[in-house]
């Protein structure tokens, strides 16, 4: 089955740490730029980063840049979020989400999210 | 920063009715746009990608149509499993959503 599994979200106190897993299943992981996206409670939704299929390059959200790093292993068909220094504002869903990407000739290559987890829960409070 | 913007923010609508969801984008993103929909407590679900083709499996009731700063998603005839929030989404530069709209019964 095609599918992507977050774990590792929980409750932090601020300016605590925390690392997310997503793990991927059922397609050739190596072969995708991957992202986090995230959710605040009630909120709409937010890129986060993302992180290309050999991880040469990765871009962040401003608001995390600096305390945030996305990295992946691909031997291990995983994606991970490194998250320090976090805010009461970190607060929310984090999703793992694969960008498929499709080349239209003379126009470009055009990418969304088009498979996504179920995402995991960080709640950042003291 | 391109900046994302939804209308309505949220609608109410009969089972049978067609519904428009316009989004609008602060600069040109030719048709680097998509749409998605997200239930309560689900993860977002990919419907269109670049402005108007339609994600594989999801019905053909839904349409999206646009290009520069102007899109549109039109639902033909609303289902009931179709009552959920929708958010555009640009790929141009740094990816940013809508703030989504809400599509509930009426």
């Known amino acids: 089955e095609v599918q992507l599994v977050e774990s590792g979200g929980g409750l932090v106190q601020p300016g605590g740490s925390l690392r997310l897993s997503c793990a991927a299943s059922?397609?050739?992981?190596?072969?995708?730029?991957m992202s986090w996206v995230r959710q605040a409670p009630g909120k709409g939704l937010e890129w986060v980063a993302n992180?290309?299929?050999?991880?040469?390059?990765?871009y962040y959200v401003d608001s995390v840049k600096g305390r945030f790093t996305i990295s992946r292993d691909n031997a291990k068909n995983s994606l991970y979020l490194q998250m320090n220094s976090l805010r009461a504002e970190d607060t929310a869903v984090y999703y793992c989400?694969?960008?498929?990407?499709?080349?239209?000739?003379?126009?470009?290559?055009?990418?969304?999210?088009?498979?996504w987890g179920r995402g995991t829960l960080v709640t950042v409070s003291s | 920063d391109i900046q994302m913007t939804q209308s309505p923010s949220s609608l109410s609508a009969s089972v049978g009715d067609r519904v428009t969801i316009t989004c609008r984008a602060s600069q040109s993103i030719s048709s680097y746009l998509n749409w998605y929909q997200q239930k309560p407590g689900k993860a977002p679900k990919l419907l269109i990608y670049a402005a108007s083709s339609l994600q594989s499996g999801v019905p053909s009731r839904f349409s999206g149509s646009g290009s520069g700063t102007d899109f549109t998603l039109t639902i033909s005839s609303l289902q009931p499993e179709d009552f959920a929030t929708y958010y555009c989404q640009q790929s141009y530069s740094t990816p940013s959503f809508g703030p989504g709209t809400k599509v509930d019964i009426k």
């Open positions: 989400a694969r960008e498929g990407r499709v080349a239209v000739a003379g126009t470009g290559i055009y990418w969304y999210f088009d498979l």
């Open positions: 059922g397609f050739t992981f190596s072969s995708y730029w």
């Open positions: 992180i290309k299929q050999d991880g040469s390059e990765k």
